[in-house]
């Protein structure tokens, strides 16, 4: 399915608003005057959710977001492109997952170039 090409300016969060950082790995090229990025894991920082446990509450933050939807037929260094599949804002390509893994729900995607698409 094509998708715009991800890139190290696009706004990303987690499932709860926290910032996800897309990781420029493909110096050497460029959308939109960001890089493009080939790593499929994105770091969260700053994720506020907890979970209820007993009377309190127990810190189970997103840590990363995994995305998911890579490009076939484009690649970079041999790595194949992210993509944001449906094409624009809204849900992400991706899963958000705490630091023992468990999922949290898709991330969101604020802002990103919308002019290089791949299949």
Do not use: D, Y
């Not at 493009?36 to 770091?43: A, F, I």
């Amino acid at each position: 399915m094509p998708g715009l090409v991800l890139h190290s300016g696009a706004q990303v969060s987690c499932f709860h608003s926290a910032t996800a950082t897309v990781v420029p790995s493909a110096p050497s090229v460029k959308v939109g005057g960001s890089t493009v990025t080939t790593t499929s894991t994105l770091q969260v920082a700053g994720c506020p959710f907890q979970v209820p446990i007993g009377t309190g509450t127990k810190p189970q933050p997103c840590i990363t977001v995994s995305w998911t939807s890579v490009s076939t037929k484009v690649r970079v260094n041999g790595q194949p492109v992210l993509l944001q599949t449906p094409p624009g804002s809204g849900p992400g390509a991706g899963l958000c997952k705490t630091g023992e893994q468990i999922p949290q729900g898709a991330p969101k995607v604020q802002q990103m170039q919308t002019r290089v698409t791949a299949t």
